[in-house]
């Protein structure tokens, strides 16, 4: 499950993605993941509470730094709102949920990733000379399901 943002964003960090992530390795646009996997077994349930927060509005956030992953790059996001959304269904969804849902959202969008580290420090190092915070609201929430590599997008609950 992902967060979907506006357009524009989204395009500008498809082009970084497809700019730094390694070439032949990028089988999903820039995106921003709020739980890897949830079981396709509860696919109603999951549904209804995304029904239910999409409901409530949109999400503001900030996209706020640079972000080393060791082997990669991303953007940091922060969001006190969308927090407390990732909360709330990790709550409703505890028993279903892995032990890398389960825990605390650390928002970003990858941009690189699979890379030796120094590579990755030099990719981090060109991506804060250009960087600016951008302030959003995000357009609303994604379902996916993994067919053994590629993803089939299931459905996008606006806000």
């Not at 949830?38 to 239910?52: D, I, K, T």
Request: hydrophobic share 45%; glycine share 8%.
């Amino acid at each position: 499950m992902t967060l979907a943002l506006p357009d524009d964003l989204q395009g500008e960090l498809d082009a970084l993605r497809r700019e730094w992530f390694p070439a032949g390795r990028t089988v999903i646009g820039a995106h921003l993941t709020l739980f890897h996997a949830v079981p396709g077994e509860h696919e109603g349930e999951v549904r209804s509470y995304l029904a239910e927060a999409a409901g409530e509005g949109p999400v503001p956030l900030r996209v706020d730094r640079v972000m080393s992953l060791g082997r990669g790059a991303a953007y940091g996001v922060a969001s006190p709102a969308l927090a407390r959304l990732h909360g709330r269904l990790q709550e409703a969804w505890s028993p279903w949920l892995t032990r890398q849902d389960q825990q605390r959202l650390r928002a970003h969008v990858t941009l690189q990733n699979k890379v030796d580290p120094a590579v990755a420090r030099r990719t981090v190092e060109a991506l804060e000379a250009e960087f600016r915070p951008v302030d959003v609201d995000a357009v609303g929430l994604d379902l996916w399901r993994y067919e053994g590599g590629p993803w089939a997008h299931l459905q996008r609950f606006a806000f």
